[in-house]
Every structure is written in C-alpha cells, then in structure tokens.
C-alpha cells in the first residue's frame, strides 16, 4: 500500500487540477471573459517566440485603433469666396 500511495496522490492532484480548468472554463464561455486576457497572453508568446508575428500583432492593433479620415469637402465651393 505504501508504494501505491505517491500514485494516488499525483492521480489526485491531476484529478482536481482537472476539474478546476473545467469548471474555470464553464466560467469563461458564460461570462465571455476570454477574449482580452487570451488575445494579450498570445501576444506574449508570438513576441518572444516569433519577432514578426509581435510587430504584425501590434501594427494590426494599431490599425484597429485608427479613426478613419472625415471628409472635408475640399471639392465644394465655398460661400463667399474663393475655393
């Protein structure tokens, strides 16, 4: 019995580590709480692995960020003036 103990406890832990990620994951998908947190620690990754893909993760954040131009109506005369 002593020898089978150490085994009982990993397979207990793994047991319980197991059932805490299903249930964080439930948590998750009903919050949509993902979605950030994932996206940032990705990013982490690809920046350290892969230098290209950090410069396209955050040259596409940029992007997303960026307001599009407003037209200023530069074909439209003007009342008054010039233009």
């Not at 950090?54 to 599009?68: G, I």
Request: net charge positive; glycine share 10%; hydrophobic share 45%.
């Amino acid at each position: 019995m002593s020898r089978l103990l150490p085994l009982l406890a990993v397979l207990a832990g793994l047991t319980v580590t197991l059932a805490l990620l299903t249930l964080l994951a439930r948590h998750v998908r009903r919050r949509g709480t993902a979605g950030a947190g994932l996206r940032a620690a990705l990013a982490a990754h690809d920046e350290v692995w892969h230098g290209t893909a950090a410069d396209s993760y955050c040259e596409l954040q940029v992007q997303a960020h960026r307001k599009d131009p407003l037209p200023d109506d530069r074909w439209r005369r003007r009342e008054g003036g010039r233009g």
